[in-house]
C-alpha cells in the first residue's frame, strides 16, 4: 500500500498559517514541516505516517492552505476579521514564507510561481504595501525575496532582499 512518509531531520523551520471562515468565525489552521522533511511515496506499511483520510496527507493539506492564503489579498492578522492592511505586516511574511518553503520542499513549481506573483504585485497596483524598513517588524519583509532567491536564482531578488536585512542594523532615526 502506498502512503506518504515523513522523515523528520532537524528542527521545524516551515509554518504555513492560514486564516479560514469557519461557523461564521475566522480560524487559523497551521501546518508544520522542517526544511529538511523527506516526503516521499513509501511502498511498506512499517510507519505511522502510512495512509491518511482522503484529502488529509500532508502534502494535501499544505497545498490547501497555501492555496487560501493565496485566495485573499494582502490583510492584517491581528483578528479575526479580515481587515485590509496599510502595509504587508509581520505574521503576512510568516505565513508567505512558509508557503514558498512548502512549495520548494513539495517541489511545486505552479505554487512558487504564484506566490512570486503575489511579489510582483508590490511593484504594481500594491506599491503602497511595501513597508518601510525602520523596525524589525518591517524589515522581516526582506526573507520573501532573499527565498525567492534562493528558489530561482534571480539576483534582483536578492538586492531587494538583501536591501532589507542590512536596514536592520541601522540606527531608527528616533
Not at 521545524?12 to 468565525?25: D, M, R, T
Not at 522533511?37 to 493539506?61: L, R, W
Not at 532589507?164 to 542594523?169: E, L, M, R, S, V
Amino acid at each position: 500500500m502506498k502512503g506518504i512518509r515523513l522523515v523528520k531531520s532537524g528542527i521545524v523551520s516551515i509554518c504555513l498559517l492560514a486564516v479560514i471562515p469557519f461557523q461564521n468565525e475566522l480560524k487559523a489552521a497551521g501546518l508544520y514541516f522542517s526544511e529538511k522533511v523527506a516526503i516521499k511515496q513509501e511502498m511498506d506499511g512499517n510507519n505511522n505516517f502510512n495512509t491518511f483520510p482522503d484529502g488529509k496527507s500532508p502534502v494535501e493539506v499544505g497545498k490547501k492552505i497555501s492555496n487560501r492564503y493565496l485566495e485573499f489579498p494582502f490583510r492584517n492578522f491581528g483578528g479575526i476579521q479580515n481587515i485590509k492592511t496599510g502595509e504587508v505586516t509581520y505574521p503576512e511574511v510568516c505565513t508567505w514564507l512558509g508557503a514558498l518553503r512548502f512549495a520548494k520542499t513539495t517541489r511545486n513549481k505552479e505554487l512558487c510561481e504564484k506566490l512570486q506573483v503575489r511579489y510582483y504585485s508590490l511593484f504594481g497596483k500594491d506599491k503602497r504595501l511595501v513597508p518601510n524598513p525602520d523596525h524589525v517588524d518591517h524589515t522581516v519583509f526582506g526573507a520573501i525575496p532573499l527565498e525567492l532567491f534562493i528558489q530561482t536564482g534571480n539576483p534582483c531578488f536578492y538586492h531587494a532582499g538583501i536591501y532589507y536585512a542590512d536596514k536592520q542594523w541601522e540606527m531608527p532615526e528616533n
